[in-house]
């Protein structure tokens, strides 16, 4: 199968009623076991990559690996950038062939998120690729992204924001948090108002940690897409930890990183099958 288009895969999933999951990758290994994941799962999803994840790699990388991964695959999957920091790394993914776009200018004043905004939908839309945008701030760490301020996304910006910028998903800020080190606390009641007033379906970032309860209720505040990072990554890192503790020897990484496929994978199908219970 090819890599999904990203309203298709969107427009998919509302007629489906499926909640996708957006899975973080940073290499051949994860990318591959988030593809088998969902294959295994049976349910459509994204593999992600943020732009500091792109550092050792390149787009064009990822989409051949994706590609490669993607052969077998009986699943819609769309590749979508994570976090785009830069009007560059949005046209370097779109020219390579990702299928979806997260422009995070969210740290920016208003006005230049809305301008950065803008400008990565006018380039996306020519090529048929829809834009992810974040309106608001999470707390926590992803990556290289660190953020103490707890800035809520507020109802009463959201349509004027979606209508100005003209993005498809919006990222918002509802007490969810990115990483494993602060327990998130989403407000459903928030989530509820933005989703009368948003003109698209919403994103959840910082999967990771919250409870899947309140991922199944946020389903009917048009929660379209949840965003899992930490999780996978430490299905990851915690195979080779527990290789090398086993055997301080051990320097077979071709096994360690079959398993790390295996781990990470059923991590995956868990997801996926979870928010979609
Ligand atoms: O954009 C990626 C996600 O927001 C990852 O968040 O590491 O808390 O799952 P997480
Ligand atoms: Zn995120």
């Given at each position: 199968?090819k890599i999904a288009?990203g309203?298709d895969i969107?427009?998919?999933a509302?007629?489906?009623?499926?909640?996708?999951?957006?899975?973080?990758?940073?290499?051949?290994?994860?990318?591959?076991?988030?593809?088998?994941g969902?294959n295994?799962?049976?349910?459509?999803?994204?593999?992600?990559?943020?732009?500091?994840?792109?550092?050792?790699?390149?787009?064009?990388v990822?989409?051949y690996?994706?590609?490669?991964?993607?052969?077998?695959?009986?699943?819609?999957?769309?590749?979508?950038?994570?976090h785009?920091k830069?009007y560059?790394?949005?046209?370097?993914?779109?020219?390579?062939?990702?299928?979806?776009?997260?422009i995070?200018?969210?740290?920016?004043?208003?006005?230049?998120?809305?301008?950065?905004?803008?400008?990565a939908?006018?380039y996306?839309?020519?090529?048929?690729?829809?834009?992810?945008?974040?309106?608001?701030a999470l707390?926590?760490?992803?990556?290289d992204?660190?953020?103490?301020?707890?800035?809520?996304?507020?109802?009463?910006?959201?349509a004027?924001?979606?209508?100005?910028t003209g993005?498809d998903?919006?990222a918002v800020s509802?007490?969810?948090?990115?990483?494993?080190d602060?327990?998130?606390?989403?407000?459903?009641?928030?989530?509820?108002?933005i989703?009368k007033?948003?003109?698209?379906p919403?994103v959840?970032?910082?999967?990771?940690?919250?409870?899947?309860?309140i991922i199944q209720?946020?389903r009917?505040y048009?929660l379209?897409?949840?965003?899992y990072?930490?999780?996978?990554?430490?299905?990851?890192?915690?195979?080779?930890?527990v290789?090398?503790e086993?055997?301080?020897?051990?320097?077979?990484?071709?096994?360690?990183?079959?398993?790390?496929?295996?781990n990470?994978?059923?991590?995956?199908e868990?997801l996926v099958?979870?928010?979609?219970?």
């Amino acid at each position: 199968m090819k890599i999904a288009n990203g309203f298709d895969i969107m427009n998919y999933a509302k007629r489906h009623g499926i909640m996708l999951p957006a899975f973080n990758t940073t290499n051949l290994e994860m990318t591959y076991a988030i593809v088998k994941g969902l294959n295994k799962a049976e349910l459509p999803g994204y593999v992600q990559i943020s732009s500091n994840n792109l550092r050792l790699s390149n787009p064009d990388v990822i989409t051949y690996i994706t590609q490669q991964a993607m052969k077998d695959s009986d699943v819609p999957i769309a590749l979508h950038l994570d976090h785009g920091k830069s009007y560059e790394d949005v046209k370097a993914c779109v020219n390579a062939g990702f299928t979806s776009i997260m422009i995070d200018a969210s740290h920016l004043p208003l006005e230049e998120n809305i301008k950065e905004v803008q400008r990565a939908v006018e380039y996306c839309h020519f090529y048929g690729v829809p834009v992810e945008a974040e309106l608001g701030a999470l707390q926590g760490k992803e990556e290289d992204i660190v953020n103490e301020a707890d800035c809520k996304t507020d109802p009463d910006m959201v349509a004027d924001f979606v209508e100005r910028t003209g993005c498809d998903l919006l990222a918002v800020s509802v007490g969810n948090v990115h990483g494993l080190d602060l327990t998130p606390k989403v407000d459903l009641p928030l989530l509820e108002k933005i989703s009368k007033v948003s003109p698209v379906p919403l994103v959840m970032h910082g999967g990771s940690g919250i409870p899947f309860d309140i991922i199944q209720k946020a389903r009917q505040y048009n929660l379209l897409k949840v965003n899992y990072g930490s999780d996978l990554r430490k299905a990851f890192v915690s195979t080779f930890g527990v290789g090398y503790e086993k055997n301080h020897n051990c320097a077979s990484v071709i096994e360690l990183s079959i398993e790390a496929v295996e781990n990470v994978s059923k991590k995956a199908e868990e997801l996926v099958k979870i928010i979609n219970a």
